[in-house]
């Protein structure tokens, strides 16, 4: 939270940090590898709903990432959030992601306050291979129709689910607003070897897995448990929305 924003200039700075996804590190260091740094990474913020569907107001604020992973972008634009606000990566090497970083299904308006210390997350090439192997080509092609065959290519959205301390939580399904939708969650295992359509990990992941086609938008939910509430999300071809899900306060 931060300073209240100029009714009559509604804009807000969104500060904070940028790093490597953390199961993306830890996959990294067991084989061997450190986690790549980010600095001058161009940072888009964005109404990622928007984006989705070419809305040409849907994009925000940029800014750049700096020594260290920090980031400020002042002067962003609150009368472009309808539903959330995100920050969106897109760097080569990794894919193009957007972490959601303000959902107004928690408040029931936009932001009023300046968001400090915010998490946008990355994800390497390297981990959205490991993600497409546990899932395994088949089942994205099953669920994409045959339009794909990695999960960049159709499309995804990577989940967790955390406690009030922030710790992953293990046994939780996640359903959609239907059953088409549930259809399209997976669970990775925690060594990423294969991956289930029942319950999270200890790593408290779910993957949802876009048809490859046109941009889509509905609602996900922590089934059996009303502290978390319904969040509204979306995916399209060629990119990952980063959602974490937590009990609301």
Do not use: C
């Not at 920090?70 to 760097?91: C, K, M, Q, T, W």
């Not at 549930?182 to 897995?209: C, M, N, R, W």
């Amino acid at each position: 939270m931060g300073t209240a924003i100029d009714p009559d200039n509604p804009t807000i700075t969104v500060s904070g940090q940028a790093e490597v996804f953390p199961e993306a590190t830890r996959l990294l260091a067991a084989q061997g590898q450190g986690a790549p740094t980010l600095d001058g990474f161009t940072l888009t913020l964005e109404e990622p709903l928007g984006v989705g569907v070419n809305d040409e107001h849907a994009v925000l604020g940029q800014g750049v990432v700096d020594t260290g992973g920090g980031f400020f972008v002042p002067d962003v634009a609150v009368n472009g959030i309808h539903l959330s606000l995100a920050a969106r990566l897109e760097h080569e090497g990794f894919v193009r992601s957007s972490t959601i970083l303000f959902d107004t299904v928690f408040t029931r308006t936009r932001p009023s306050l300046d968001l400090v210390g915010t998490r946008v997350w990355a994800l390497p090439n390297a981990f959205h291979d490991a993600l497409t192997h546990a899932l395994g080509e088949q089942a994205i092609r099953t669920r994409s129709d045959g339009r794909a065959g990695t999960l960049k290519d159709a499309g995804f959205i990577l989940g967790r689910v955390v406690d009030a301390s922030g710790v992953p939580r293990a046994n939780v399904r996640v359903v959609g607003e239907n059953n088409d939708v549930t259809a399209h969650i997976y669970y990775p295992s925690a060594d990423f070897q294969s991956a289930t359509q029942k319950l999270t990990s200890e790593t408290g992941l779910f993957v949802y897995v876009h048809s490859g086609a046109v941009p889509d938008v509905f609602e996900l939910a922590v089934k059996g448990e009303k502290a978390y509430m319904k969040r509204n999300v979306g995916a399209a071809p060629g990119a990952a929305l980063i959602v974490t899900f937590y009990p609301a306060e």
